[in-house]
Nanobody, 121 residues
Framework: QVQLVESGGGLVQAGGSLRVSCAAS????????MAWYRQAPGKQRELVAR???????HYEDSVKGRFIISRDDPKNTVDLQMNSLKPEDTAVYYC???????????????WGQGTLVTVSS
């Protein structure tokens, strides 16, 4: 019904920048909040940043001042600009969206397949 596809992961040196993007497609009536999560090896998945439909943002403490989440509603995309990257930012980054699907107008939580971000020291 609804798919999220991430892109933009890769390898970067500490102190560098990387931008990951996520595009939603399918039976979308409206997208409420969109978010980025990450999961490092051996750790639980954690919220990195969230943006509401109104543009209100929330960041996990360790990324405040370094990461910026943004969305483009006409394109159904959400981006995460990551600056001043640290080795501890290494993880698989997952896109997440709270979607209202067409016809039924039911809420659906959707996840992307993840994109790997590796920060070398």
């Amino acid at each position: 019904q609804v798919q999220l596809v991430e892109s933009g992961g890769g390898l970067v040196q500490a102190g560098g920048s990387l931008r990951v993007s996520c595009a939603a497609s399918g039976s979308i009536f409206r997208i409420n909040s969109m978010a980025w999560y990450r999961q490092a090896p051996g750790k639980q998945r954690e919220l990195v940043a969230r943006i509401s439909s109104g543009g209100t943002t929330h960041y996990e403490d360790s990324v405040k001042g370094r990461f910026i989440i943004s969305r483009d509603d006409p394109k159904n995309t959400v981006d995460l600009q990551m600056n001043s990257l640290k080795p501890e930012d290494t993880a698989v980054y997952y896109c997440n969206a709270d979607v209202v699907i067409t016809f039924s107008y039911k809420n659906l939580e959707v996840w992307g397949q993840g994109t790997l971000v590796t920060v070398s020291s």
